[in-house]
T-cell receptor, first 113, second 116 residues
C-alpha cells in the first residue's frame, strides 16, 4: 500500500543552524509533493509545493528538494529561529484526485535560542 | 479576505448523540476537503466535495458519517451516533478551481470533538 514516512518524530537544533527534515514514500509516483507547517491547536499552513519534474524549490529561508529515484524529499530551513519551532508535514497527492492528499505524521522541530 | 472558517471550535457530545461540524471555505473557493487527525497520528483524508457534489469519499467510514456542500451555506460533516473513537480534531480545507497542478489547500482552525 502507499506509504509516506517522516522518519524523525522530533528534531532539536540550535538557533542559526540549518534544519533538515526528511520525507520518504513507497509504492507511489506522485505528481507533486507539498510541505505544510502546523502549530499546536491550529490547522496546517501551506509552505511549498514541488512538482515531479522539479529538483529544487526555494522560498526565502526554505528549500525543498524532490528526488523521484530515491522517492524522497528534503525540507531545509536555513538560519533557523525559535519562531520556526512547529510540526512540519509532507503530503502527496494520490493519482486521479486533486484533493486526496496523503500526509506524513510530521516532524516536530524545536529551535533553541 | 477571511480564511477558512470552522465552527464550533470545540464540541462535546455524549455517546449516541449526533455531531455536526461546519466549514465555510475561503471566498471564491469551490472545493472543500475534510480531514481527521487523531492524537499522535497524521491527518487522514475523509472526503472531497464541490458544490452539491461529492467527488471522492474514499476516506469516509461507511456508516454514521456523511458530508454535504450545498449550493448555499457551509459544508457540513455529520457524525451520527458518536462513539468514543470519533474523538479527534476535524479539519476542513478549501482550494480554488485551477486547471494546472497547483493544488495547495487552505486549512481552517479545526473542530475538536470530544465524545464522553
Amino acid at each position: 500500500s502507499q506509504k509516506i514516512e517522516q522518519n524523525s518524530e522530533a528534531l532539536n537544533i540550535q538557533e542559526g543552524k540549518t534544519a533538515t527534515l526528511t520525507c520518504n514514500y513507497t509504492n507511489y509516483s506522485p505528481a507533486y509533493l507539498q510541505w505544510y507547517r502546523q502549530d499546536p491547536g491550529r490547522g496546517p499552513v501551506f509552505l511549498l509545493l514541488i512538482r515531479e519534474n522539479e529538483k529544487e524549490k526555494r522560498k526565502e529561508r526554505l528549500k525543498v528538494t524532490f528526488d523521484t529515484t530515491l522517492k524522497q524529499s528534503l525540507f531545509h530551513i536555513t538560519a533557523s529561529q525559535p519562531a520556526d519551532s512547529a510540526t512540519y508535514l509532507c503530503a502527496l497527492a494520490r493519482g486521479g484526485s486533486q484533493g486526496n492528499l496523503i500526509f506524513g505524521k510530521g516532524t516536530k522541530l524545536s529551535v533553541k535560542p | 479576505n477571511a480564511g477558512v472558517m470552522q465552527n464550533p471550535r470545540h464540541l462535546v457530545r455524549r455517546r449516541g448523540q449526533e455531531a455536526r461540524l461546519r466549514c465555510s471555505p475561503m471566498k471564491g473557493h469551490s472545493h472543500v476537503y475534510w480531514y481527521r487527525q487523531l492524537p499522535e497520528e497524521g491527518l487522514k483524508f475523509m472526503v472531497y466535495l464541490q458544490k452539491e457534489n461529492i467527488i471522492d469519499e474514499s476516506g469516509m467510514p461507511k456508516e454514521r458519517f456523511s458530508a454535504e456542500f450545498p449550493k448555499e451555506g457551509p459544508s457540513i460533516l455529520r457524525i451520527q451516533q458518536v462513539v468514543r473513537g470519533d474523538s479527534a480534531a476535524y479539519f476542513c480545507a478549501s482550494s480554488p478551481w485551477v486547471s494546472g497542478s497547483d493544488h495547495e489547500q487552505y486549512f481552517g482552525p479545526g473542530t475538536r470533538l470530544t465524545v464522553t
